[in-house]
C-alpha cells in the first residue's frame, strides 16, 4: 500500500499516535505541525489524505481547508476539541468530507480513513448505475471512473462526499431519497442525528452546481421525505 497521509496537528503526542496506527496498517504518513508547513507539504509531495485539526495557531485548520479545496479534492479528515453542532457544520462547510471529536479513540479515526480511501479511490459497485460509469443530465456530466463532474464542459471540483451524493441521486432518477438513507448510503455508516450533516452536504453541492455558467437547479427537496434528481 502506498497511499501517503498528512497529519496536521500542533500537539506533537496526538500526531506520533496518530502516525503510529497508520504505519502499522501500511500507510505512508507525513506530519506537519502547523497550517502552512502543511500547505507546502501538500504543493511539494502526493498526499492522498489529510487528517488535519482544526485549533491550530497562526493558520488554523478551517483556513487551511478552504485553501486545499481552492486546488485540490483530496479528502480530508477535521479533528477538534469542541464537539457542538455549529463547529461541525461549520468544518464540513468549509469542504472536510468527515470530522471527529478529541479525545478520539485511534481505532475509529483508522476506520473513518479506510472509509475515506473507499469512498475517493475505490469501487462503489452500488452506485455504478450505467455502465461506463458516466451520467449525463442536461448540462450536467458525472464521470464515476474519472471522478469528475463538469457543468457546460467546465469542471466542477466536489469533494468525495459531494460527489457520491450527487452520484447516487442521479443514478436513480425520480426517486427521492431520505436525508438517512443518503447518509447510510454514502458515510456507509448509521444514521445518527446526522440530517444537519446530509443538509450541509447537499446545500453545497447545489451551490457549487448552481454558480456555474448553464448550472440548473438539479437537486430538488420534496419536503418531508428527502431529495432527488429528475432527468
Not at 487528517?51 to 481547508?65: A, F, N
Not at 449525463?136 to 457520491?164: A, M, P, Y
Not at 452536504?201 to 438539479?218: A, V, W
Request: proline residues 3%; contains cysteine.
Amino acid at each position: 500500500m502506498n497511499k501517503q497521509v498528512l497529519i496536521v496537528d500542533d500537539d506533537k503526542e496526538i500526531a506520533k499516535l496518530i502516525e503510529i496506527y497508520l504505519v502499522n496498517e501500511g500507510y505512508k504518513v507525513i506530519k506537519a505541525h502547523n497550517g502552512r508547513e502543511a500547505l507546502k507539504v501538500i504543493s511539494t509531495e502526493s498526499i492522498q489524505l489529510v487528517i488535519l485539526d482544526v485549533m491550530m495557531p497562526g493558520l488554523d485548520g478551517l483556513e487551511v481547508c478552504r485553501q486545499i479545496r481552492e486546488k485540490d479534492n483530496i479528502p480530508i479528515l477535521m479533528l477538534s476539541a469542541k464537539g457542538e453542532d455549529i463547529d461541525k457544520i461549520l468544518g464540513l462547510t468549509t469542504g472536510a468530507d468527515d470530522y471527529m471529536v478529541k479525545p478520539f479513540n485511534p481505532l475509529e479515526l483508522l476506520a473513518r480513513v479506510k472509509s475515506l480511501f473507499r469512498r475517493t479511490f475505490d469501487l462503489n459497485p452500488q452506485l455504478q448505475a450505467s455502465g461506463d460509469g458516466t451520467i449525463t443530465i442536461h448540462s450536467l456530466q458525472i464521470n464515476k471512473s474519472t471522478h469528475t463532474v463538469t457543468v457546460e464542459g467546465h469542471r466542477v471540483n466536489l469533494t468525495s462526499l459531494e460527489f457520491d451524493i450527487l452520484y447516487l441521486l442521479a443514478s436513480h432518477p425520480g426517486r427521492v431519497f431520505s436525508a438517512e438513507e443518503i447518509f447510510e448510503r454514502v458515510w456507509k455508516e448509521k444514521y445518527y442525528q446526522s440530517h444537519n450533516t446530509v443538509m450541509v452536504h447537499i446545500s453545497k453541492l447545489r451551490d457549487k452546481l448552481e454558480s456555474e455558467p448553464g448550472g440548473t437547479k438539479l437537486i430538488q427537496t420534496v419536503w418531508g421525505v428527502g431529495y432527488k434528481i429528475d432527468h
